[in-house]
């Protein structure tokens, strides 16, 4: 089986990503951030900002949630979009090719990578146009790509879940054949 440099200089760090996705999870159970960060009330097709909407949206609605949340709405969503730049993406990419790669040691094991591409389009086009509003907003036309990588994105991570899930279940099935 042939190693990749790349993965294999992750490996070492499996047990820190294992405890930042533990605790991002116990966090997102115990507090609500999105709404203590982001309480607005307002809502693109039923999600309170567009990066959560996994059926996507259209251009008119973004452009309405923009108006709609004020200076301090788009300040607070700049921050949550640096948080998802530079702690969640990494940290959810690096994490599910980590443990896809350990049972799946192939392309599979970028899937998360491209999860993270199409999640980039997302929060760098509505951090741009937030930080730039109302000056120069997104084309109508790039809003709608931009909820289209934003559906994508829940798909790749929705394989990426799958593989993650799948790669643990044979990781125990062939311990086990081994102790036997």
């Given at each position: 089986?042939?190693?990749?440099?790349?993965?294999?200089?992750?490996?070492?760090?499996?047990?820190?990503?294992?405890?930042?996705?533990?605790?991002?999870?116990?966090?997102?159970?115990?507090?609500?951030?999105?709404?203590?960060?982001?309480?607005?009330?307002?809502?693109?097709?039923?999600?309170?900002?567009?990066?959560?909407?996994?059926?996507?949206?259209?251009?008119?609605?973004?452009?309405?949630?923009?108006?709609?949340?004020?200076?301090?709405?788009?300040?607070?969503?700049?921050?949550?979009?640096?948080?998802?730049?530079?702690?969640?993406?990494?940290?959810y990419?690096?994490?599910?090719?980590?443990?896809?790669?350990?049972?799946?040691?192939?392309?599979?094991?970028?899937v998360?990578?491209?999860?993270?591409?199409?999640?980039?389009?997302?929060?760098?086009?509505?951090?741009?146009?937030?930080?730039?509003?109302?000056?120069q907003?997104?084309?109508?036309?790039?809003?709608?790509?931009?909820?289209?990588?934003?559906?994508?994105?829940?798909?790749?991570?929705?394989?990426?879940?799958?593989?993650?899930?799948?790669?643990?279940?044979?990781?125990?099935?062939?311990?086990?054949?081994?102790?036997?």
């Amino acid at each position: 089986m042939t190693r990749n440099i790349f993965f294999e200089t992750i490996l070492p760090y499996r047990p820190i990503l294992w405890t930042a996705m533990f605790l991002k999870a116990i966090s997102s159970v115990v507090w609500d951030d999105e709404k203590d960060l982001f309480p607005y009330g307002i809502v693109v097709d039923g999600c309170p900002f567009p990066d959560l909407c996994v059926f996507g949206y259209t251009s008119e609605q973004i452009l309405d949630w923009y108006q709609a949340i004020d200076a301090e709405g788009r300040r607070r969503y700049g921050m949550l979009a640096l948080m998802d730049l530079f702690i969640l993406m990494p940290m959810y990419s690096l994490f599910l090719g980590t443990e896809i790669y350990l049972s799946f040691p192939n392309f599979l094991s970028y899937v998360p990578f491209l999860a993270l591409l199409f999640d980039l389009i997302e929060t760098l086009t509505h951090g741009y146009a937030v930080v730039m509003f109302p000056n120069q907003l997104p084309s109508k036309m790039w809003l709608e790509i931009t909820s289209t990588a934003t559906i994508i994105k829940f798909v790749l991570i929705g394989a990426s879940l799958l593989l993650t899930v799948t790669s643990l279940i044979r990781r125990i099935i062939m311990r086990k054949e081994k102790r036997k």
